[in-house]
């Protein structure tokens, strides 16, 4: 049950019912994490330059571990887990208006449904708006998961969307990518119902959410569209990504390659070039122009072939859909340009800012996937920041944490603000 819950994958930890039966969570082998530089090269965030992980016994690099004045008791999981539980349970509040279970794309027979959160009253202009991706190992999950997060961004003044998506039992990828960014395009085409400003939209995943917006986020606009409303864009000004996958192609083996798998429609040896082009380490790798690879001890996909049967999806027909003629060669050599390797990668040049959050003590995700990612976006250009919670695992939900919940969220608050809302807003 604990592993099915951490699954979900919540930025706030606490989780509600998913559409489907629990699953087994991404899993990989624990090994030191040297980024692919052996920890000669240091990390470089937006705002400073900090070293590379140090060793277990201390403290994080990636995040300032000075004293903050919390006490221990809120590093405690009860009172957070208490605490969500109740209000939970709790009607919004008056001033915050939720708009349920608006169908917001019909795809294969199935109405794809989203929540709203706003403020009753309505701002000059619009307001910025974030689009929640839960969670759950691409096959379970739902929108109703983090609630209580929703309505503390509305009170903030944010237009929260929560959207439902193609699991991997209903529909294999690009399924779930391409609904996600036709939720982005009904945003902009219902801006002025829902008091949006169309220039003001960030996405915020969680798990299998967080590479799902990073996906969005770093291929073109005109990749994975579909005909729904074609002529809105699905651009967006930040990303928050709490403990995702980014590289599909090198995901570790045991159960997580199960469920790639029944993401995927199969193997990576039976369908390479899909593989890359979910993975959204390789569209920003074309871009710097050279692979980033998992720290040694991280076996790639094609090693972990499941001894069990994949469970079978309908594949999409969408010209989006389709796998390219030539797919990348198993024996292309790691050092070759990435465009070379995988030219039909469509990448998106105007990078959005991420905001990657990560636990070091995951064991579901492997944080390498989070400083994999942020490294390539910095070369690239990017504005990327990473925070590495001490002792977190994959919820971020259990355990003593460095930063403690309350630190990290006020960093995510700060970076929403920084990139959604003016000045004067």
């Known amino acids: 049950m604990l592993l099915a819950l951490l699954t979900l994958g919540s930025p706030c ?37 900090v070293s590379p992980a140090a060793p277990a016994s201390q403290p994080s690099a990636d995040v300032s571990t000075a004293d903050t004045g919390i006490a221990d008791e809120e590093q405690s999981p009860a009172p957070e887990i208490r605490r969500y539980v109740r209000s939970a349970l709790q009607a919004p509040p008056p001033g915050v208006r939720v708009e349920r279970d608006i169908v917001y794309r019909t795809a294969n027979g199935l109405d794809l449904r989203l929540d709203v959160y706003r403020l009753r009253v309505d701002a000059a202009g619009g307001r910025p708006a974030v689009i929640f991706i839960h969670g759950g190992g691409w096959r379970m999950g739902d929108k109703n998961q983090s609630r209580v997060r929703f309505v503390e961004l509305a009170e903030r003044g944010y237009v929260v969307f929560s959207i439902n998506y193609r699991l991997s039992g209903q529909a294999v990828f690009p399924a779930c990518v391409e609904d996600c960014k036709a939720a982005v395009r009904w945003v902009r085409a219902n801006a002025g119902t829902y008091n949006v400003d169309g220039e003001r939209i960030g996405l915020w995943g969680a798990s299998a959410g967080a590479h799902l917006a990073a996906l969005m986020a770093v291929s073109s606009d005109a990749e994975f569209r579909t005909a729904d409303r074609g002529d809105q864009s699905s651009r967006v000004s930040c990303v928050v990504a709490y403990f995702g996958v980014y590289d599909l192609r090198d995901v570790g083996d045991g159960v997580g390659a199960n469920l790639v798998q029944q993401l995927m429609g199969g193997s990576e040896s ?91 003590a995951d064991r579901v995700v492997h944080v390498s996937q989070s400083r994999r990612m942020h490294r390539a976006l910095r070369e690239a250009g990017a504005e990327s920041e990473l925070i590495v919670v001490r002792g977190g695992v994959h919820g971020l939900l259990i355990g003593r944490m460095d930063p403690p919940p309350s630190e990290f969220r006020r960093r995510t608050q700060e970076f929403l603000e920084r990139h959604l809302k003016p000045a004067n807003d």
């Not at 998913?18 to 991404?26: H, V, Y």
């Not at 690879?293 to 859909?321: D, I, K, N, W």
């Not at 796998?323 to 070379?340: L, Y």
């Open 13 to 49: 930890g606490c989780q509600s019912p998913s559409r489907t039966p629990a699953g087994a969570a991404l899993s990989h082998s624990k090994s030191p994490d040297t980024s692919g530089d052996n920890g000669a090269t240091a990390q470089k965030t937006a705002d400073r330059t």
């Open 270 to 360: 039976q369908r390479r070039a899909a593989y890359w082009r979910a993975s959204p380490l390789a569209y920003v790798e074309a871009l710097i122009g050279r692979r980033i690879p998992p720290p040694p001890g991280l076996g790639p996909l094609r090693r972990a072939a499941s001894s069990q049967p994949v469970a079978s999806a309908p594949v999409t027909t969408t010209a989006s859909g389709e796998a390219p003629a030539t797919a990348p060669a198993a024996s292309a050599p790691s050092s070759a340009p990435v465009s070379d390797i995988a030219p039909f990668l469509r990448v998106e040049r105007a990078l959005p800012a991420f905001l990657f959050i990560h636990g070091d």
